[in-house]
């Protein structure tokens, strides 16, 4: 019995003593989302977490996520074997928002209407909330623009510009990016994004689909939208996590195919094809993320066993202010999608 082995089969033990639910992300490592009960892209992830009527969530993901299941379902006890940090999350927290709504005020924009996007902390989606704004996901992101377009007011999407530019891109309206345009171009737009970014997605480029169709004439390309427009507008295909790996699939196995999402995705979305392989990664290096490879089996195992100790490690926690209003900007969210 490998080593790997063992630690699997005790934190199979574990969570059934504990009666704890086991949830990975699909960007984890193929070691725990083997074992995992329940596998997901983040909302979709959080909100079925959210509803099992086990009171233990154990989420091997990132903070937000984690946070996200707390919101949703308050009474539920959430620990995570690694408080890792999305990167893009990272990038804004309240402070930074506040500074952004005064820059934007002090160009005489009052009427502001923000999107935060999944991926921000439960901070970020509070004070979002408390200015009327709500919550998207990858997946639902033009439904929630087309209602904020309804608003009369100037969208402030945040943090990912490229999901934010693509969106206006996509809707035939113009956008810029905060803190890399002008004055004159921000009262213009008719979106303005915050300067976040995706650290995966971003490795993908214009070169590499380029080498990609002049080996494979006939090959679809397939990208996620975090990633910058001018890779959108050359994509065969561009959704979330979970309509990447609805369409990759649908595809007949001769069809070659090559996506620009996190690696550990792309590597398990099809078998080879007599041995060969016909689904490929959009990069010339490994785009991996870094903060969802932080979590292994001996970090799930240990947190198991600390909280059986009534020693919990990594358990989420928020203040009844933020809780309010994070599930107030996920609610509006739901109801609209």
């Not at 919990?312 to 926690?317: A, L, S």
Request: aromatic residues 8%; hydrophobic residues 40%; proline residues 3%.
């Amino acid at each position: 019995m490998t080593a790997n082995t063992q630690l699997k089969t005790k934190i199979k033990e574990l969570t059934k003593k504990l009666d704890a639910l086991l949830v990975a992300h699909y960007y984890q490592r193929d070691e725990i989302v083997e074992i995992a009960d329940l596998c997901g892209d983040s909302l979709e992830l959080s909100s079925k977490a959210s509803q099992s009527q086990k009171n233990l969530i154990v989420f091997c993901g990132v903070a937000f996520m984690g946070q996200s299941v707390k919101v949703l379902a308050p009474n539920k006890r959430v620990i995570m074997p690694k408080m890792a940090c999305c990167s893009m999350a990272r990038m804004i927290d309240s402070e930074y928002f506040d500074k952004s709504i005064e820059l934007l005020q002090n160009h005489g924009i009052n009427q502001i209407f923000p999107i935060t996007y999944i991926n921000s902390n439960a901070d970020v989606k509070a004070k979002v909330a408390k200015m009327g704004g709500l919550v998207c996901t990858s997946a639902n992101a033009k439904k929630i623009f087309d209602f904020a377009k309804t608003q009369g007011k100037k969208i402030f999407f945040l943090p990912d510009k490229c999901l934010g530019q693509n969106l206006a891109t996509i809707d035939g309206k113009s956008s810029c990016v905060l803190g890399n345009a002008s004055k004159e171009e921000i009262l213009e737009s008719d979106v303005v994004c915050y300067d976040g970014f995706c650290s995966v997605h971003q490795l993908f480029s214009v070169k590499d689909i380029e080498f990609y169709r002049q080996r494979f004439q006939d090959i679809k390309i397939v990208v996620h939208p975090e990633c910058a427009p001018e890779v959108v507008n050359l994509a065969d295909f561009v959704g979330s996590t979970s309509q990447i790996i609805k369409y990759v699939r649908s595809l007949p196995l001769e069809q070659k195919v090559a996506v620009g999402t996190e690696f550990n995705l792309v590597n398990r979305l099809r078998p080879k094809l007599n041995g060969i392989n016909t689904t490929f990664v959009l990069s010339s290096t490994k785009p991996e993320c870094p903060t969802m490879n932080e979590t292994n089996l001996r970090d799930l195992l240990d947190c198991l066993l600390a909280y059986e100790d009534g020693a919990p490690i990594n358990e989420i926690k928020l203040d009844n202010d933020t809780q309010k209003w994070a599930k107030i900007a996920l609610d509006r969210m739901l109801e609209l999608s």
